[in-house]
């Protein structure tokens, strides 16, 4: 429909294109492969497009999709018309409001997001039955808005009236509708719908204007009690939130809180592989391993890397290798820092593997501890200048050959296992990012 809609408009004048064309609704419900139908705001209108404007949508329609279906324009006269007419309207501009291309489908779920895309298919099916508020929190290019935009997406095609906009645009349209002194359309735009989804919450507290933040809290107040859907996101959980009045955080925190923690890096190369098919951008799997190891966690970076190889790649003609990707994308990847100390080593260690520095540093004999201890050694003897026998001290071995033999334990593992190796070289280029 929008592509015929264009084509429609691009062949009027910018008037006629205003005042009549924009004004009539598709109504999906009703038409079919041999009847379209529009629903029109009022009698002019409709006979105003009946008239002048018939032929020349169906002639469009025939240019597109090859046959010419009857064109019925139908006139909301009725009350129900009416309503119908304005709820069809409501759900054309918020749609333009969310982007298309973030689904369910094509997001990739991993351990560090498992939570926050579960409840987030759930609140979308079942809006305002539970976890509402649902307030997901992590930081910047992890994931919050592409899960927002999919609740959207999925309750617009399932005929909810879904708002969608970031902090920013809802205080904007409360200056406007306060100077304007339309305080009621604004009410009814953001207290009627069936879902409000905001995204970076924790800039409407950097506001100045404590007003808006009232505003903020009775929209809340009056969604909640008739049930309908609130999703928010921030970079911050509600309790690490500045600026918000505690009756505000603790409407936060009365739903369910989900964090969206940095990707695996067998979930980051997922999702980079993902988005290679997506854009149709031709990577091996050496090339998208030293992205996923030398590029951090922010996906929306990782996507610009991406795309800027791409462009360079068809403007020189050249294909991507490992060589060409370093070149291209060097001043995206992080900075290394000079060295690194032992701690330093062992606190990231045990963050990424999700073991406690005390367990490290303990004679434990358990796989996974034993595993993380000669990840550190090893990493230790190639960022630290201590020598074998300082590090059989630091590790509580017996001497520098135990230090020798956990060394070798890891090389064997790095040259059997391509994934353990990415896994080592991810963590490796944490400690060395220069902070």
């Known amino acids: ?92 501009q918020n749609r333009a409001q969310i982007y298309e291309n973030y689904t369910f489908e094509n997001f990739i779920v991993g351990h560090s997001n498992q939570l926050a895309f579960q409840v987030s298919q759930m609140v979308a099916a079942e809006p305002g039955k539970k976890y509402n508020p649902l307030f997901i929190y992590g930081s910047t290019g992890l994931g919050k808005t592409h899960l927002l935009h999919s609740i959207g997406n999925y309750a617009l095609n399932h005929g909810q009236n879904v708002i969608c906009v970031t902090s920013e645009q809802f205080f904007n349209d409360f200056v406007v509708n306060v100077q304007n002194k339309t305080m009621q359309k604004f009410k009814e735009k953001y207290r009627t719908c069936d879902i409000l989804l905001i995204d970076d919450v924790q800039f409407l507290a950097q506001e100045k204007s404590e007003k808006i933040r009232e505003e903020f809290f009775h929209t809340f107040n009056d969604l909640r009690e008739k049930k309908a859907q609130i999703v928010l996101t921030s970079d911050n959980p509600p309790k690490l939130l500045k600026g918000f009045e505690e009756r505000l955080v603790s409407r936060f925190e009365s739903g369910l809180i989900a964090n969206i923690t940095p990707p695996e890096l067998d979930t980051k190369i997922r999702i980079i592989k993902a988005k290679c098919e997506f854009d149709g951008v031709s990577l091996d799997n050496e090339t998208i391993d030293y992205i996923a190891t030398n590029m951090g966690d922010n996906i929306r970076e990782i996507e610009g890397a991406l795309l800027s190889l791409n462009a360079f790649a068809r403007l020189m003609s050249q294909k991507i290798t490992l060589e060409f990707a370093k070149t291209v994308i060097k001043d995206q990847v992080k900075v290394h820092k000079d060295s690194s100390s032992i701690d330093e080593i062992i606190a990231l260690v045990a963050s990424n593997l999700n073991v406690k520095i005390s367990e490290i540093k303990s004679k434990s004999k358990t796989k996974k501890i034993v595993e993380a201890r000669r990840i550190c050694i090893y990493l230790a003897k190639s960022l630290t200048p201590n020598s074998m026998p300082a590090l059989a001290v630091n590790f509580g071995l017996k001497d520098h050959s135990a230090v020798s033999h956990n060394i070798k334990k890891i090389n064997e593992l790095m040259n059997n296992d391509s994934i353990f190796k990415a896994k080592i070289e991810e963590i490796k280029n944490k400690i060395l990012q220069k902070r």
């Open 1 to 92: 429909m929008l592509e015929v809609a264009n084509s429609v408009i691009a062949k009027l004048s910018k008037s006629e294109a205003k005042n009549y064309i924009s004004q009539i609704i598709f109504d999906e419900s009703r038409s079919n492969s041999s009847e379209v139908v529009f629903i029109a705001p009022n009698a002019l209108v409709a006979n105003y497009i009946r008239t002048k404007f018939s032929s020349l949508i169906a002639n469009t329609f025939e240019s597109l999709i090859t046959h010419k279906p009857a064109i019925k324009i139908i006139c909301a006269s009725s009350e129900g018309e009416q309503k119908k007419s304005v709820l069809l309207a409501q759900n054309k």
